[in-house]
């Protein structure tokens, strides 16, 4: 298993700013991601955050939105840029360990107001 | 587009009664995984499973994969509060490392 630690753990944030969440992993991981989950909603990838390269995001989410970074095998940020109280959710870090195993962070709860 | 679907998205039962929570697609994965997400918190992987046909148990807790691999139930006996929580499948997207995720069962178990 591994430990996962996310900061903040919830925000609320005034519309038009910006906020970085981190991830902390108590392990080297290869695979990183970030999602979001939407208020009742599932979870959507948003993007694969690269250690050494740029992330790789999903059809639906762009770079200058969401500018992911991955200084290192266990840590990553994601900023959620120019929020709206559309982007008000839960953005929750996962990595995966192997190929039948991922696991998640306990999530950064946004409220954009 | 591959999809998983579940129902039902909400279930309210009494403490003690049995319930079953499905994940359907008309797409095969090589995997399905079952998550179960409490409030405040992340999802907690409950159990992978792989091949089709596969039932695995987890205490009052039984997972069954179809004999196609298209999809999957789970069978909660004798529930308790502490089951109370959101209730989610994920697949593979594309065989890929990639999840996909169903839309969720909310289950509240009342004392």
């Known amino acids: 298993s591994a430990v996962i630690s996310q900061k903040p753990s919830r925000d609320i944030c005034q519309r038009g700013t910006s906020l970085t969440i981190q991830c902390q992993v108590d392990?080297?991981?290869?695979?990183m991601f970030w999602y979001r989950q939407q208020p009742g909603q599932s979870l959507t990838l948003i993007a694969t955050?690269?250690?050494?390269?740029?992330?790789?995001?999903e059809s639906g989410f762009v770079i200058d939105k969401f500018p992911i970074s991955r200084p290192n095998l266990t840590f990553s940020t994601l900023t959620v840029s120019n929020m709206s109280p559309e982007d008000s959710s839960i953005y929750l870090c996962?990595?995966?360990?192997?190929?039948?195993?991922?696991?998640f962070g306990p999530g950064t709860r946004l409220l954009v107001l | 587009t591959q999809l998983l679907e579940q129902s039902p998205q909400f279930l309210s039962i009494q403490e003690g009664e049995n319930l079953t929570v499905y994940c359907n697609s008309s797409?095969?994965?090589?995997?399905l995984q079952w998550y179960r997400q409490e409030p405040g918190e992340g999802p907690v992987l409950l159990v992978t499973?792989?091949?089709?046909?596969e039932v695995k148990k987890l205490k009052r807790l039984t997972f069954q994969f179809g004999d196609a691999r298209k999809d999957s139930s789970l069978h909660i006996t004798a529930a308790q509060p502490g089951d109370t929580g959101l209730y989610l499948c994920?697949?593979?997207?594309?065989?890929?490392?990639?999840?996909?995720f169903g839309s969720g069962t909310r289950l509240l178990v009342r004392p």
């Open positions: 996962s990595l995966r360990l192997s190929e039948e195993t991922q696991y």
């Open positions: 392990s080297q991981v290869t695979m």
């Open positions: 955050a690269n250690q050494g390269s740029e992330a790789t995001y």
């Open positions: 797409s095969v994965f090589s995997s």
């Open positions: 499973v792989v091949t089709g046909g």
């Open positions: 994920a697949a593979p997207r594309d065989s890929s490392y990639k999840l996909i």
